[in-house]
């Protein structure tokens, strides 16, 4: 099957090359030259466990190809999908000129019936914007070509992204026309052969499909987030609590571990674009301000723990930090709770020597040279003569710690856990403080 992506970001390129890893033909089109240029030569653009070597056997094999020629990009797929960015508005609300770029370019280029599907995760409504602005480029060009339009939300984790797009619970298709659903099906046959994962629904339900998922997890995590602030001031151990809980099948473990805040590139963004989503239909979504108002709370955190660990005296201090990325198995810094923290030390005048196992060159790439931070290449050197450790994403790597040999290390025996890897016992045997999230310390 010929099928286009629009957009090589994190969900464009998985999808691009997952749909190529099962035999259809697929192009990749991206206006970013360079971009572009890097994934011809094998230079992909973000690290994705496993991504790299899936494009680089599929564009050896000639089913995966990229272009910044929108024309012969909509000329190839039937199914085109738009797979671009929506990154904010000033008030929060998805900025759609990128998904409606790609729009009147399919308008404009297409010579026979498309199928054009919004992948990006974007408001309700946005297939009817999607719909009215190829429509008036057709009516300009006097076409009176067919198209459908159908949402088809993705529901894939940074870096667990080609196990979800291989393995998904669901495949979401919102659609209204029978043709759609025929060739949608073709589309994912490959990845839809022992269990029925395709869901037909209305195109709106799907868009709002994408947004309750998310809102939902969000959710989950502040509302746990919220119980460890209870928990600390009461001096109750969250994790007996998680547990006690999570048991309950209603509930379940997922998704409820407490820490410094959730960030990425959807959580913070999509509960923000969903409370504005309400406002501008006139209904005031209190639960989603308030997930995302003790999510920026919850991010704070880690500053006021190192703070009240060293007396408030960071004048001079040197933090060392382990983990920037907003999560592990990414190299992502959107959002991330690092980001808050690392900025909030230097506000107080603290130095930042940190590791990360993939998240360094981005790091350089947002904060550039400066005398306050030093991005250094093991977990070991951090510490260093440091004054306390912070540790802001649980990567594997950090999960075994000798502390008598970390005790040597630090000046002070101070660690700053905003993941809660470890347990408490054995931190405050070796001497440590351990300031982790409501371990009932
Ligand atoms: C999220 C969703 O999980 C995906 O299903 C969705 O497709 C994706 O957004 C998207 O809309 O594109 P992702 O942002 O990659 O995926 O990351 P998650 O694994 O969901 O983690 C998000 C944040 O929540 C991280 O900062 C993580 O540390 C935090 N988190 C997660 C917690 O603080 N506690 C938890 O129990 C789970």
């Known amino acids: 099957m010929k099928i286009t992506v629009f957009g090589t970001g994190y969900v464009g390129l998985v999808t691009g090359t997952c749909l190529a890893d099962v035999g ?4 990749c089109v991206d206006v970013d030259e360079a971009k572009v240029e890097g994934l011809k030569n094998g230079v992909i653009p973000i690290y994705e466990p496993g991504l790299e070597s899936m494009v680089l056997r599929n564009y050896k094999e000639g089913r ?39 729009a009147k370019t399919i308008g404009k280029y297409m010579n026979d019936y498309k199928v054009i599907i919004d992948k990006s995760t974007v408001p309700v409504g946005t297939a009817d914007k999607v719909k009215s602005a190829v429509a008036e480029i057709l ?47 073709e589309c994912y046959g490959p990845y839809n052969r022992n269990h029925e994962k395709l869901m037909f629904m209305d195109v709106r339900a799907a868009e709002l499909t994408k947004y309750a998922a998310n809102a939902m997890l969000a959710t989950k995590i502040s509302f746990m987030n919220e119980l460890s602030q ?5 001096n109750v151990d969250i994790e007996q609590v998680r547990q006690g ?35 501008q239909v ?20 880690l500053f006021a723990k190192v703070n009240k660990a060293l007396d408030g005296n ?3 201090k040197k933090i060392a930090l382990w983990g920037l990325s907003f999560k592990p198995n990414t190299d992502d810094m959107r959002a991330a709770p690092s ?23 981005e790091t350089h790439r947002i904060y550039g040279k400066r005398d306050d931070l030093t991005l250094v290449g093991t977990r070991e050197i951090a510490v260093e003569g440091a004054d306390a450790l912070v540790i802001c994403t649980e990567w594997k790597s950090f999960r075994a710690v000798d502390f008598e040999w970390l005790k040597g290390k630090l000046t002070n025996p101070v660690i700053i856990d905003g993941r809660n890897l470890y347990n408490p016992e054995d931190v405050n045997k070796a001497g440590f403080k351990y300031y982790a999230v409501a371990r009932g310390d």
Request: aromatic content about 8%; some cysteine; overall charge negative.
């Open 230 to 234: 209870l928990a600390e001031r009461l």
């Open 245 to 279: 809980i999570g048991s309950d099948p209603r509930i379940g473990y997922q998704f409820i571990y407490p820490g410094c805040g959730y960030g990425g590139s959807c959580f913070p963004k999509d509960v923000q674009a969903l409370a504005m989503t309400a406002d």
């Open 282 to 301: 006139g209904y005031d979504a209190q639960l989603l301000k308030a997930v995302e108002a003790v999510n920026l709370r919850q991010k704070e955190t």
């Open 64 to 102: 995966l190809n990229f272009t910044t020629d929108a024309e012969l990009g909509v000329n190839h797929g039937v199914l085109q999908f738009i797979a671009v960015g929506t990154p904010p508005d000033e008030d929060g609300s998805a900025d759609l000129q990128y998904v409606l770029a790609v």
């Open 139 to 185: 009516k300009n060009r006097n076409s009176a070509l067919n198209f459908d339009i159908c949402s088809n939300p993705e529901f894939l984790k940074e870096g667990a992204a080609l196990e979800d797009f291989t393995k998904p619970s669901r495949i979401v298709v919102g659609t209204d026309s029978q043709q759609v659903e025929e060739l949608m099906r």
């Open 24 to 27: 259809h033909d697929v192009i």
């Open 339 to 361: 980001r808050v923290l690392m900025e909030s030390l230097w506000d107080a005048g603290a130095s930042v020597v940190a590791y990360d196992p993939e998240a360094m060159n």
């Open 314 to 316: 960071l004048k001079g």
